[in-house]
């Protein structure tokens, strides 16, 4: 890997492991400079007069386009760019999703298919194009009845103490 094209080669044996302190910190500074040699100018949507092309948090990124051709050559370019720096995206976890607008078309990326989701979950919280509340409380819901009934042997000894 070569962080930041400084022709640097840090010789990478086992990679950062999820959970340690320096992982989010390296992977976001990372990632930021894989995105500032993109040239999305003129991609995305204009939004109060400012193009808007991809939101990222933490490990997420979301491609912001007009259409689905677009978001394949945006998703192509990023992949090579993160290739040039060793690293590889993980299409199985890849997925997009579309408004009514957005016709269907197939999405690929070096002709494996990308998978069309209804919604995902984005920093706890599920994101969709219609913007349903009953669906993300429902899966609170079962979140907190789950975590509940990781611990509820505890609660009961603990109860009358």
Not at 47 to 53: A, P
Not at 62 to 69: K, Q, Y
Request: aromatic share 6%.
């Amino acid at each position: 890997m070569s962080p930041f094209y400084n022709g640097i080669n840090v010789d990478v044996r086992r990679g950062v492991r999820q959970g340690d302190t320096i992982s989010p910190e390296l992977f976001i500074a990372t990632l930021q400079n894989v995105m500032r040699t993109l040239d999305w100018d003129n991609m995305g949507l204009k939004i109060d007069g400012r193009q808007l092309h991809h939101l990222r948090c933490a490990d997420d990124i979301v491609l912001i386009t007009p259409n689905i051709s677009q978001a394949e050559r945006m998703l192509a370019d990023f992949d090579k760019a993160c290739g040039k720096i060793g690293l590889r995206l993980n299409l199985t976890r890849a997925m997009f999703m579309r408004n009514r607008l957005v016709s269907y078309a197939p999405f690929k990326l070096n002709g494996t298919n990308i998978s069309e989701r209804s919604s995902y979950v984005c920093l706890g919280r599920e994101v969709d194009m219609i913007s349903h509340l009953a669906p993300e409380l429902s899966r609170r819901k079962r979140a907190a009845w789950g975590a509940f009934k990781s611990i509820e042997d505890v609660v009961g000894r603990t109860k009358n103490t």
